[in-house]
């Protein structure tokens, strides 16, 4: 069955960066589309960047065009999001999606604190 699995989270000041992970399994990673989502405290999940499975192509939520990254490595069946310059409005919980590009498919991942405060 589908699997995918988030790490890197954690608690960072403002200014600094983190790469959070997502391996999965279960599918055929290099074929799919895969996202990453986040849900802050009292709103509702938002897409952050999605990437197709070949790494050509790449979307990202307009606010966070500059800072945020996504890549993938097929190879290990892992995509990755690089944040920089981390604010403490992208405190949230970041999720993994497998399979959507407009809208999110039902596989997601556990999810991965990100707080980003002084």
């Known amino acids: 069955q589908v699997q995918l699995v988030e790490s890197g989270g954690g608690l960072v000041q403002p200014g600094e960066s983190l790469r959070l992970s997502c391996a999965a399994s279960g599918f055929t990673f290099s074929s799919s589309t895969m996202s990453w989502y986040r849900q802050a405290p009292g709103k509702e999940r938002e897409l952050v960047a999605a990437i197709t499975g070949s790494g050509r192509s790449t979307k990202f939520a307009d606010s966070l065009k500059g800072r945020f990254t996504i890549s993938r490595d097929n190879a290990k069946n892992t995509v990755y999001l690089q944040m920089n310059s981390l604010k403490p409005e992208d405190t949230a919980v970041y999720y993994c999606?497998?399979?959507?590009?407009?809208?999110?498919?039902?596989?997601w991942g556990q999810g991965t604190q990100v707080t980003v405060s002084s």
């Open positions: 999606n497998a399979g959507g590009w407009d809208v999110p498919s039902r596989y």
